[in-house]
């Protein structure tokens, strides 16, 4: 399968401190889906930030669907995450001052995608993922479950081509957990390229094909794919 998301050697270090991330390498095929698991500052969200574009690394190369992410202004990298990138967050990133359909319509504006068609891939999605009955609602008046599925709706509405998602039901209970994970299944059923972060062993080996292990900056262990002939390398030299 071809590799969608590339990282080479990567560093990232915040002023004088130790490494973020230090010295990973990784692959990802594009279609295939990869749980990032380890303890709180191991460096997992910092490896999200440097596939999205977020964060620039010290050394080393990422790439995305071909293109180096690590050499791009903050405008090209932003550009390039409106058009390619949905990302989702532990704590959902909604507007309270803007509705459900407006929260997820926000992205395909600013990528300047025609109203009309924004409308009516906003409205499919939100009536896929059980919630166009609150398209009008504003974020205060829903439950976690409800606000995560806006996030994700609004993670989709460009179509992105990779999905990262930050520890996408941190903030839920087990049972919204659950229901959470069983949509990223069907995601991942879709052909779409996901990386999770996330601190949930269940969620990682029901919903992921491949978990890479982070300690200390440094990936400490890889588990074979769920399929034959998917690419994900973690080295940490």
Not at 163 to 192: F, N, V
């Amino acid at each position: 399968m071809d590799v969608l998301v590339r990282v080479d050697d990567v560093t990232k270090r915040y002023n004088d401190g130790p490494a973020a991330v230090d010295r990973v390498s990784v692959r990802v095929a594009a279609g295939e889906s990869v749980a990032v698991m380890g303890p709180s500052g191991s460096g997992k969200t910092t490896l999200l930030n440097l596939i999205a574009g977020l964060d620039r690394p010290t050394s080393g190369v990422v790439m995305v669907a071909g293109e180096r992410i690590d050499r791009l202004s903050e405008t090209g990298a932003a550009r390039f995450r409106r058009q390619h990138v949905g990302m989702i967050f532990q704590f959902f990133n909604l507007l309270e001052d803007l509705t459900v359909l407006d929260n997820v319509l926000l992205p395909a504006q600013l990528g300047g995608l025609r109203a009309a068609k924004a409308v009516g891939t906003a409205v499919e999605l939100l009536e896929r993922l059980g919630i166009e009955s609150h398209r009008d609602a504003y974020p205060g008046r829903l439950s976690g479950g409800e606000r995560q599925r806006v996030a994700i709706a609004r993670a989709l509405v460009n179509r992105p081509i990779l999905l990262l998602a930050d520890e996408p039901t941190g903030a839920l209970d087990s049972a919204t957990g659950e229901e959470i994970g069983r949509l990223l299944l069907e995601l991942q059923g879709t052909g779409l390229t996901m990386v999770i972060v996330t601190h949930n062993p269940s969620l990682a080996a029901r919903y992921a094909s491949r978990t890479l292990t982070m300690a200390d900056g440094r990936i400490n262990s890889r588990l074979a794919a769920v399929e034959a002939g998917t690419a994900l390398e973690g080295v940490a030299r």
